[in-house]
């Protein structure tokens, strides 16, 4: 009798659990809409980062925001352009970005490599990895 009591009040919790984060969920899209963007808040420039190959597959677009005065403001951004699939492609990126009122400038191609060592008596070289970015440079619209 205790094992399904037990049962049923664990199951309540993970059902209220799973709703709040459901309706919190609903919550964050509404605000990622044209009516919730404040132009003004915006930096003169953006940096988006998609890492070659998956970016016209719909991969995720990071802003480049680390240490930034407008860190909040560009998390704003990055969220909108997930929440509404801007980066499936580079058309719906380009398209997007002018509905918020940024001009692409220029993009430019980045690759950085790196080598694993080992340590101790044996130094291996482990090999090197190579990871390629496009890095697509917006700036806002005079208007």
Known sequence: MKT???????????????MALANLTMAQKGAYTLENYDKDAMPKYVVLVAEKGGFIFGSEVQVERRRSKS????KWLQDYLYENKASRNLTDLLNTMDELSFEFIDFVESSSNGVGV???????VTGTS??????FVFKKKDD
């Not at 860190?71 to 560009?74: N, P």
């Not at 080992?118 to 291996?124: A, K, L, P, S």
């Not at 190579?130 to 890095?135: E, T």
Request: hydrophobic share 45%; glycine share 6%; proline share 0%.
């Open 118 to 124: 080992g340590t101790g008596d044996d130094v291996d």
């Open 4 to 18: 399904v009591m037990r049962n049923n009040i664990t199951t309540l919790i993970f059902t209220i659990a799973f």
């Open 71 to 74: 860190k909040k403001t560009l």
């Open 130 to 135: 190579a990871k390629n970015r496009i890095l």
